[in-house]
T-cell receptor, first 112, second 112 residues
Framework: GENVEQHPSTLSVQEGDSAVIKCTYS??????FPWYKQELGKRPQLIID?????GEKKDQRIAVTLNKTAKHFSLHITETQPEDSAVYFC???????????FGGGTRLMVKP | EAQVTQNPRYLITVTGKKLTVTCSQN?????MSWYRQDPGLGLRQIYY???????DKGDVPEGYKVSRKEKRNFPLILESPSPNQTSLYFC???????????FGEGSRLTVL
């Protein structure tokens, strides 16, 4: 089955700096790569996703890049703000959310 | 309002006492699943269901049962809970063609 590794497990940045979280996956058949944000005490929520037919996708301050050859994908957050502090999960799997394998999560702390 | 509802949100029980965590969604989603969240391990899938009367094991199914008699409901059953099932549990649903998983608010279970 699919195996997803996520690094780093914790990340601390100053407000305004950029943050990068990286994930690798094992199954070359995976073609859907979402990212979820989980604020303290809340449920995970989708923030951005990418499918294997594109290499990069942006949504305001967040972007995701995908390298299918190397089987890795990354989340980039620019101009970080305190409200970006949360746990972020990457995932990999089929076209829909039903066959996803999640990474172990990254706790991002943005210091004011 | 589109939502996934889980109950109970918090539960403390003792080893061996059967319990059920209910999950209901109002989005007419075909796919529903259960995850457990443990520190450093991310979200691990317990069971999933592609539609009514169709269920299958995820990555960590031992000690759990599920049923899908109606499209909107997907209860998680712990027949004989053990302390290693102490965890935070999330129910999620998604449509057949979409990627986004909609999570419930979570159920924090403690087994003494």
């Amino acid at each position: 089955g699919e195996n997803v590794e996520q690094h780093p497990s914790t990340l601390s940045v100053q407000e305004g700096d950029s943050a990068v979280i990286k994930c690798t996956y094992s199954d070359s058949a995976s073609n859907y790569f979402p990212w979820y944000k989980q604020e303290l005490g809340k449920r995970p929520q989708l923030i951005i996703d990418i499918r294997s037919n594109v290499g990069e996708k942006k949504d305001q301050r967040i972007a995701v890049t995908l390298n299918k050859t190397a089987k890795h994908f990354s989340l980039h957050i620019t101009e970080t703000q305190p409200e970006d502090s949360a746990v972020y999960f990457c995932a990999a799997g089929g076209n829909a959310g039903n066959m996803l394998t999640f990474g172990g999560g990254t706790r991002l702390m943005v210091k004011p | 309002e589109a939502q996934v509802t889980q109950n109970p949100r918090y539960l403390i029980t003792v080893t061996g006492k059967k319990l059920t965590v209910t999950c209901s969604q109002n989005m007419n989603h075909e796919y529903m699943s259960w995850y457990r969240q443990d520190p450093g391990l991310g979200l691990r899938q317990i069971y999933y269901s592609m539609n009514v009367e169709v269920t299958d094991k995820g990555d960590v199914p031992e000690g759990y049962k599920v049923s899908r008699k109606e499209k909107r409901n997907f209860p998680l059953i712990l027949e004989s809970p053990s302390p290693n099932q102490t965890s935070l549990y999330f129910c999620a649903s998604t449509g057949a063609r979409t990627g986004e998983l909609f999570f419930g608010e979570g159920s924090r279970l403690t087994v003494l």
